[in-house]
């Protein structure tokens, strides 16, 4: 057989045999490694299943990520994090509907997931108070088709904004995990320009403060399945009085959509203050607006209203106080038990 021959069959074996998944790293913690996680997350010589280890420090760029990946931010030797800051330009992705079926506009994610399973621990999205409207940042974006967890990441977007956006605008099967996390400006999780998708979520463990200015919402919910417990939900209380009323959603936890849904909402606690003028706005701490959901064991104290059933769920195990109405619209026949102090009605509207 002549060298060449032996080349060939060499060079053909190889080709056969993708790269395999390896561990790289971004900044200057290390040598020879990426000097940009777009960099990083884009290489051809970085396979699928790799993990990306991003050092400490300031990170100015929108990372596309398009292929099955772990990202891990690196704390430093004074305990700095990883943050991921939005530069001047970036690529946007098309209008969405909001809550309220208005035009949502333009976003603009930071961290756009758009195929794959993608994780990403430890790492901050940090907007800066100046950041303009329309195109909305979104922190964390995980578009059609994609999966994966989001553990101990933040988001502080300050006006315009989102923390993160889990969509499912097909009827791919697809999962997405939110825990322990920080987040001004909420979750959104499913597909608000269509009908129900096939997105399950586990949001667990977070701490959320709503600050989106024109929808207002802790985490949001149309047309997925999951669970969304031991989440803390903060922010100020909307009295309803006042021009800026119109087109405000102002729910702490809203579970949406079309078709029954299989949600689970356990264990959150909602803490909505005062009536402080702020971008955000909070009158209901649970919102069902579509059947098959359970709301059980949450505490939620402040809001206008505990929980709003909407005549399709039951509550059990709640325990509401320092609220105008405890449990309102409750189905006929329900026989959950809930917990009430200094409530001034217990029960409201009629099924």
Known sequence: ????????????VVSAYPAAANTYYVGNCKSGSFPTISAAVTSPSVAPGSTIMICAGSYTEQPIISKDLTLKGLDGSTGAGVEVIPPNTMQTTTSRINVLNA???LIAPVIWVTSGTVNIQNVAVDVAPSATCPARNVGFYYATGASGTLNHVGFFGKECGVGIWAENASFTQTAVTVENSYLDGGIIAGSLDIPD????????GNQVFPTSPDGSFGIYMHGVSGTVEGNVVSGPRWTGQGSFVTGLSVSAIEDDGVSQTDVTISGNTILISGNTFEYSFVSIGVLIKVAGATVKSNKISGPEYGIELSCLATASGNTISNTGYGISDVPAGSTGVNTFYSVDLKIGGGC
């Not at 057989?1 to 053909?12: E, F, N, Q």
């Not at 998708?197 to 667990?204: E, F, H, N, S």
């Open 1 to 12: 057989m002549s060298p060449r021959t032996i080349w060939l069959l060499a060079l053909l």
């Open 103 to 105: 035009d949502f506009g």
């Open 197 to 204: 998708g096939t997105l399950t979520v586990t949001i667990k």
